[in-house]
Nanobody, 120 residues
Framework: QVQLVQSGGGVVQPGGSLTLSCLAS????????MSWYRQVPGQERERIAEITVGGGYQNYHDSVKGRFTISRDNVKSTLTLQMDNLKPEDTAVYYCSVVVQHYQSFHRYWGQGTQVNVSS
């Protein structure tokens, strides 16, 4: 079955950096675009970064543009989010995600979530 297992995250001071990773299994990782989302309690989950199958195109939410970098390793089936110059407003639970086709239907899968706290 499809599994997305996240690692990384934690507590960092403003201006610091963190790296999130997402190890995928159970499907052809190289055949699907991938995304990172984040969610603050009481707010909707929002997509902050996405990457195409080959990694050649990335798209970012304005709030993270220029500070976060999404990348992928199709050999290791791993998605990464490099977060630099972190701000307190980046505090959230972060999720990797993929939409996988099963026959005629599509299903969105989520990682387990990783807490990121940016605080002095």
């Amino acid at each position: 079955q499809v599994q997305l297992v996240q690692s990384g995250g934690g507590v960092v001071q403003p201006g610091g950096s963190l790296t999130l990773s997402c190890l995928a299994s159970g499907y052809n990782f190289a055949a699907y675009g991938m995304s990172w989302y984040r969610q603050v309690p009481g707010q909707e989950r929002e997509r902050i970064a996405e990457i195409t199958v080959g990694g050649g195109y990335q798209n970012y939410h304005d709030s993270v543009k220029g500070r976060f970098t999404i990348s992928r390793d199709n050999v290791k089936s791993t998605l990464t989010l490099q977060m630099d110059n972190l701000k307190p407003e980046d505090t959230a639970v972060y999720y990797c995600s993929v939409v996988v086709q099963h026959y005629q239907s599509f299903h969105r899968y989520w990682g387990q979530g990783t807490q990121v706290n940016v605080s002095s």
